[in-house]
């Protein structure tokens, strides 16, 4: 079976596993909702982490930044967000299903303009560093964003802001969020298969193998990182909106800006699976996923443990990653060729 082939069953297989699981696991369909979510972390962390070797530990700001814009638009479109955050849930509003479906729309528009916006702004900056300074620069700015929302009264401070209320059934609710984080994660992989077969995707590889390079070639290596970190964001903030009106309610430190989990995991499922790799994001994620809510249940108490201990194999036996371990090892099999030359061993994309 060809590479391109092979691609397109298993796009088919996900898209027909994703239609066929809540039928089949009806009570789990919010935990695959949340697999659907860390699926699209995962490949939008790895364009910049993977893809153009920029290792970010705060991505997690525009997930937080897209859920507080999404409530923002939400709320603000039928009532006075200031008064109805500092009542701390005393006041309820009643939302028509016009109200509520509009502005659920428009918020998870806003969350994903906000957040690419946002890296626009400071991507210039924050992407002048290089190697693990970027990756603590954006951890840094991560916990300072947090800490700035938790002070912010406008939006409930520390103390939080409740969603609306989705208006159809609770078993309908979950289905559509369900359905939403699952077309996002799709929309995600497309738009990154899509760049990486364009001249994009070879600049963004080609300041991940050498960006000073890259820079003499004449490649503006500046407005491609930004312009990446962008795209990532844009995704991210969108998600973000969705998983706050999931969640229902939005507190600063573990719900918008889980920097501890959710900033540690899409870097986590990106590793397991093969960074810099189309398909490694995505199955590390399903995998770490799985693992992740199977320790929760059947090992609380250890579920960190067994979750660091997984980390820690794949660093020190499998730093390529499952999928870059297998491509390695069966190169055929994923449209490669191989050169072995008097000089060594070439692995080459397939024609």
Known sequence: MSAARLDMSVYAALIVAGLVAPVLFPNYASQIAVMWLMIMMAVTWDMTGGQMGYNSLGNVIFFGLGMYAAAIVQIGLVFDVAEYTAAFGAIVVEFTDAQYYTGLALGIVAGGVVAAIFALVVGPFMLGLRGPYFAIGTLGLAVAVAELVSGWGYVGGGGGISMPVYPGAAGEGTMVWYALLGVLALAAHLTARWLYSTQFGLAINAIRDDEDKAEAMGIHTTRYKVLTWAVAAFFMGMGGAVFGNMSGFIEPLEVAFPTTTFGIFMVAMALVGGK?????????????????????????????????????????????????WAQDRWPEAFGLTVDRGTGGTQVEAAE
Do not use: D, M, R, S
């Not at 199977?294 to 999928?323: C, E, H, P, S």
């Open 276 to 324: 810099g790799t189309l398909w490694g994001p995505v199955l590390g994620a399903i995998l770490f996923h799985v693992v992740k809510e199977w320790t929760w249940t059947y090992l609380l108490g250890w579920q960190w443990v067994a979750l660091g201990a997984i980390i820690i194999v794949n660093i020190v036996y499998f730093q390529q990653g499952i999928l870059g």
